[in-house]
Nanobody, 122 residues
Framework: VQLQASGGGLVQAGDSVRLSCVAS????????MGWFRQAPGKERDFVAA????????YYADSAKGRFTISRSTAKNSVYLQMNSLKPEDTAVYYC????????????????WGQGTLVTVSS
């Protein structure tokens, strides 16, 4: 599957942004869709994931309470709603898919989107 992420941009601290990721084909119910981010000079980190079939979600501690992952099965799309953004949320955000079950580990994801840059100014 090919993934296309969008929705990034330059925002101010406290603003909200909604990222979107659309898949090139139907996503099977056993798939887990995730969001990762990579800040400048740092490794790519897990942000959130959702089980496609049942909609169960999982978040990194840094995302809990501010970010919400959701999906549209009709649109083969996954979203990341980010609220109360902070400068430390500045990163390239990637969507990804794994067929091996819920995971927070980058190498366990099989397909990746191209990334979308979110820059949060103070």
């Amino acid at each position: 599957v090919q993934l296309q992420a969008s929705g990034g941009g330059l925002v101010q601290a406290g603003d909200s942004v909604r990222l979107s990721c659309v898949a090139s084909r139907r996503i099977f119910s056993s798939t887990v869709m995730g969001w990762f981010r990579q800040a400048p000079g740092k490794e790519r980190d897990f942000v959130a994931a959702i089980r496609w079939g049942v909609g169960n979600t999982y978040y990194a501690d840094s995302a809990k309470g501010r970010f919400t992952i959701s999906r549209s099965t009709a649109k083969n799309s996954v979203y990341l709603q980010m609220n109360s953004l902070k400068p430390e949320d500045t990163a390239v955000y990637y969507c990804a898919a794994t067929y091996g079950g819920l995971s927070t580990v980058e190498k366990e994801y099989n397909a990746w989107g191209q990334g979308t840059l979110v820059t949060v100014s103070s």
